[in-house]
């Protein structure tokens, strides 16, 4: 009888392979995770979990290895997007620290293993947040992690938790070290609702940290204004948020990965002329144009742009990126002259625009002057005749990739400054500066694919370029372009019919548009930012009472891309600007005659690379230490907030005294709240500079405004020395008072 049958050789040879299969895999997976454990110092079993994590979502994680390295007693203050981000954090910071996870994160299945690797409490916001254990850890060298609330712009319940954790951290005398997971909040563990945060499976993940410091430090060091504790942390937190999602990259490249997690089919613009467009619809737009512009010119040359807020603007903006072009924004309210001489100073050869337009807005005088000036006119209707099926075929195939590659640090955009109070100045801003600029506002105020901005503003103004156009296209935001914010009827009509939530624009604008506006037209609206001038009292009232909607101010200047401090739902103060943005730096100088406020410099991402000189170069920044003199005399509060006295330029001399031109106004306007107000400084023989006020009120006397400023406690010597009556206040295209051609009125009644 034979015995039992051996196993085929095929059948060993089988098993064999598939466990030598198994053994390298093992082996492979051992190898990536010893690797991880020398390159982030984290512990073998850390490794071993961590590493499914990193490959999966391609993770960023260079900088978490100082975040281990920090010195205890240290807080580790997460902003909590994700159930991803407790699994990271447990994986990558050291095994001895204590994590305070929300019930939600404390009961998920798929944490568990991850919660093996360090200790965990489970903190409920409903209960007193207890510190006294918290804080006895701490001063035991102890490593605390906190997770945040993932919302730029915590309700009072919300700061609890960010009051709690500045106490605790003041009383231990322990570090913050700010961190912050970009992209989690898309993933299927978000917080953040889908209409917010459409889910992706696999989003590249950027875990970015900030070195420690103490927010007692953080809170009082120099560069930055006062501020409390609280706010010292929520900045902190801000600014890891800013670290994490500013990349290098180009504004083209960003739109293009915007297109790709938000969806290659979403609409993303529309006006009431073309309709809409898809960011796929957008880009291939984009793309076609762009081979025509790079044809007509050299790589990174400037080109201008002359368009209204349209979907034909959008592409031709995306165009002019997509061919390495810098796009020169022509300001076509600014007259001939400055348009020549926008053209001459930035030796532009080529303007893009559309007969169409030009027929509409009557400025024939303005191809003209800028015909005149050497450039040729390149118009949109041509190209668009000359599109083959070829170039079409071509632009939907490859429309995620620019024509011509550009550098993030390279300039992507000149602006020109208003030109209110003289020439205006072209202003070189890079895709970095453009881009950290957004990464900054987001940090403040929350922007969602759930949006609708209502864009009235002009590109050629900054806000209506950064704000209006460049961050909702990179953030998911549909926008509704509308050529004009002067049709003051309509404006309000179209916000009832679209009912958008966001608007940017300035008090001119919304105080007529309030006027002319029915009762709700715009309460579909969430947020709605000022800025350029000061908002009057009658203007938000307005708003409050017939649209039950809150105006916030905002601060910016074209040299800082533009938005330096704005007042959130969180943060906010009647009278200011608003605070800092994340990341910037401020300083203030004494000027002679000024008392508590000083002249504002300010440093950060988003200031300009330079001006563009008459003669054609650049003016590099880095001549002055990257700071901008903002020329802008402002006052901070103790709790970091920012408000503008007037700029150096708006204060007259008088007998050595300074006045300030703002205050004029601002008295002005309390006595006369139903007018508007300019005053200017002319020359004067004997007392050096004279003020003289221009108002839309009838039968204004300046002996009225002296004994008004009187009972209100000024100075006798801010009264105007003259008052000049007139039908209107000239305004820039950009809302802002135009005190170039105020002060050409007030010096010819003067002659």
């Not at 409903?126 to 919302?151: C, I, W």
Request: aromatic fraction near 8%; glycine fraction near 8%.
């Amino acid at each position: 009888m034979s015995g039992a049958a051996s196993p085929p050789r095929h059948g060993r040879n089988r098993l064999f392979t598939i466990a030598l299969v198994v053994a390298c895999i093992a082996a492979a997976y051992l190898v990536g995770a010893l690797t991880q454990t020398y390159r982030l110092g984290i512990s073998v079993r850390q490794a071993i979990l961590y590493l499914p994590l990193k490959l999966i979502w391609r993770v960023s994680d260079g900088r978490m290895r100082k975040a281990r390295a920090a010195d205890a007693p240290v807080i580790y203050a997460i902003a909590h997007q994700s159930q991803m981000d407790p699994a990271l954090m447990l994986a990558l910071l050291p095994d001895d620290t204590l994590h305070i996870l929300d019930e939600a994160s404390a009961t998920s299945g798929w944490l568990e293993p991850y919660r093996a690797l360090a200790r965990t409490i489970t903190f409920n916001a409903e209960h007193v947040f207890v510190s006294r254990r918290l804080v006895r850890h701490l001063k035991g060298n102890g490593r605390l992690a906190v997770y945040f609330p993932q919302t730029v712009e915590p309700q009072p319940r919300e700061l609890r938790l960010f009051r709690a954790v500045a106490r605790i951290a003041a009383r231990a005398d322990a570090d913050i070290v700010a961190v912050h997971v970009a992209r989690s909040q898309f993933l299927p563990w978000s917080k953040l609702s889908e209409e917010q945060a459409p889910r992706r499976l696999f989003p590249k993940l950027v875990a970015a940290s900030l070195a420690p410091i103490s927010l007692e430090t953080f809170a009082s060091r120099g560069a930055r204004p006062p501020t409390s504790l609280t706010n010292a942390l929520l900045d902190r937190v801000a600014e890891a948020r800013v670290a994490a999602t500013r990349r290098k990259r180009t504004l083209f490249s960003t739109l293009s990965l915007a297109a790709r997690g938000f969806g290659a089919d979403r609409i993303i613009v529309e006006d009431g002329i073309a309709g809409s467009l898809t960011y796929r619809q957008l880009m291939i737009a984009g793309r076609v144009l762009g081979g025509r512009f790079g044809a007509v010119s050299n790589g990174g040359e400037i080109v201008g742009l002359m368009a209204p807020n349209s979907v034909a603007m959008a592409s031709a903006f995306v165009g002019l990126q997509s061919a390495g072009c810098v796009a020169a924004m022509i300001n076509y309210s600014a007259g001939p002259s400055n348009a020549a001489a926008a053209v001459r100073m930035c030796r532009i050869r080529t303007v893009v625009s559309s007969r169409a337009f030009v027929e509409r807005a009557q400025i024939d005088d303005i191809v003209a002057a800028i015909e005149g000036a050497g450039a040729r006119m390149l118009w949109l209707e041509d190209i668009r005749k000359d599109v083959t099926a070829f170039s079409r075929a071509a632009g939907a195939m490859f429309w995620r990739w620019p024509h011509t590659r550009a550098k993030a640090g390279a300039t992507a955009v000149v602006l020109f400054t208003s030109g209110s109070e003289g020439t205006p100045k072209g202003v070189e801003l890079t895709h970095n500066n453009l881009l950290a600029n957004v990464a900054q506002i987001e940090a403040r105020i929350r922007f969602s694919p759930a949006d609708k901005l209502f864009n009235v503003l002009p590109v050629f103004h900054s806000f209506g370029l950064t704000g209006g156009t460049i961050l909702p296209l990179v953030s998911g935001v549909r926008i509704l372009f509308h050529p004009s914010p002067l049709h003051f009827r309509q404006i309000p009509e179209i916000a009832a019919r679209e009912k958008p939530t966001i608007m940017f624009g300035t008090d001119t604008f919304y105080a007529a548009y309030g006027k002319a506006a029915d009762d709700g037209a715009f309460s579909s609206l969430r947020l709605v930012v000022a800025g350029a001038e000061p908002v009057r009292e009658d203007t938000r009232l307005l708003w409050i009472e017939r649209f039950g909607v809150r105006i916030v101010e905002g601060y910016g200047m074209t040299e800082a891309s533009p938005v330096v401090a704005v007042n959130t739902a969180s943060h906010f103060r009647d009278g200011s600007v608003g605070r800092l943005l994340p990341s910037m730096r401020c300083r203030l100088e004494a000027e002679e005659g000024i008392e508590d406020a000083g002249r504002l410099w300010l440093s950060g991402p988003n200031i300009m690379r330079g001006y563009i000189r008459p003669d054609g170069r650049s003016s590099d920044l880095s001549a002055t230490d990257d700071w901008l003199d903002t020329g802008d005399i402002v006052s901070f509060d103790n709790d970091g907030y920012l408000t503008i006295r007037g700029r150096m330029k708006r204060f007259a001399k008088i007998s050595g005294e300074m006045v300030s031109l703002a205050t004029v106004e601002r008295l002005a306007q309390q006595l006369w709240p139903d007018a508007r107000h300019a005053a200017v400084a002319l020359p004067d023989k004997k007392r050096g500079e004279r003020i003289v006020l221009a108002t839309t009120q009838p039968g204004a006397a300046r002996a009225a405004l002296g004994a008004f400023a009187k009972q209100q406690g000024a100075a006798a010597i801010a009264a105007p020395e003259a008052i000049l009556i007139v039908d209107d206040i000239p305004t820039l295209g950009s809302g802002k008072t135009d005190y170039a051609s105020v002060r050409d009125m007030a010096a010819g009644q003067a002659g």
